[in-house]
């Protein structure tokens, strides 16, 4: 098992920042590819960014390519995602998630999921 927790959203004006964090727990995290998924009101969960278990290689959806970034400290079990030029459009919940391979960007290859954090960006 895996323990995933979430932190570091809130309300922001479209054009500011935040950073999320993503703190794990359990099996050894850098056994591990993560990613990051939200979900809007009404939406199906998407993809956002998947980083490798050594950091060496990350994905972006083409939504956030050059505005975010995700990263990991596998010394400290997390991952962040950096969110810069934040947009009303990026309001949603924010999970982290943790697959057994190297990099993945399907949701059904997850195996554990965060509980979310919330993104509010206002207009």
């Known amino acids: 098992q895996v323990q995933l927790v979430e932190s570091g959203g809130g309300l922001v004006q479209a054009g500011g920042s935040l950073r999320l964090s993503c703190a794990a727990s359990g099996r050894t995290f850098n056994n591990y590819g993560m990613g990051w998924f939200r979900q809007a009101p009404g939406k199906e969960r998407e993809f956002v960014a998947a980083i490798t278990w050594n950091g060496g290689t990350t994905l972006h959806a083409d939504s956030v390519k050059g505005r975010f970034t995700i990263s990991r400290d596998n010394a400290k079990d997390t991952v962040y995602l950096q969110m810069n030029s934040l947009k009303p459009e990026d309001t949603a919940v924010y999970y982290c998630?943790?697959?057994?391979?190297?990099?993945?960007?399907?949701?059904?290859?997850?195996?554990?999921w965060g509980q979310g954090t919330q993104v509010t960006v206002s207009s």
């Open positions: 998630a943790a697959a057994p391979g190297p990099i993945a960007t399907h949701r059904g290859q997850y195996h554990y």
